[in-house]
């Protein structure tokens, strides 16, 4: 398998950062929508290995998993906290969990 170690770190480290930042209610910066494309291509990146390794049930499992976090992040990015609160006010604790 290929090695995406630093892919999961960086994954992991921005969605929890990401999270954290929505939910102390700061305003959206560009560093954010940086870090969530450059998230996505770890995501994509994690994929590809599962999917050499033919882990099927775990590339479903992680592919899930960032679909729903995918939402909360996308909502934020495309229009602040404005927009993540259009769409998911109340819902933080989903978007924790």
């Known amino acids: 398998m290929l090695d995406v170690t630093g892919s999961i770190?960086?994954?992991?480290?921005?969605?929890?950062?990401?999270?954290?930042?929505?939910?102390?209610?700061?305003?959206?910066?560009r560093a954010i929508a940086v870090q969530f494309e450059l998230a996505y291509s770890d995501f994509r990146a994690i994929q590809m290995a599962l999917q050499l390794d033919?882990?099927?049930?775990?590339?479903?499992?992680v592919t899930a998993q960032y679909n729903e976090v995918f939402q909360y992040e996308m909502a934020f990015v495309r229009g602040g906290l404005d927009e993540f609160d259009n769409q998911f006010?109340?819902?933080?604790?989903?978007?924790?969990?």
């Open 54 to 61: 033919n882990q099927t049930d775990l590339l479903e499992k």
């Open 89 to 97: 006010k109340g819902k933080i604790d989903q978007y924790q969990t």
């Open 9 to 29: 770190s960086n994954l992991q480290w921005t969605t929890e950062h990401h999270f954290l930042h929505i939910q102390a209610r700061h305003e959206f910066m």
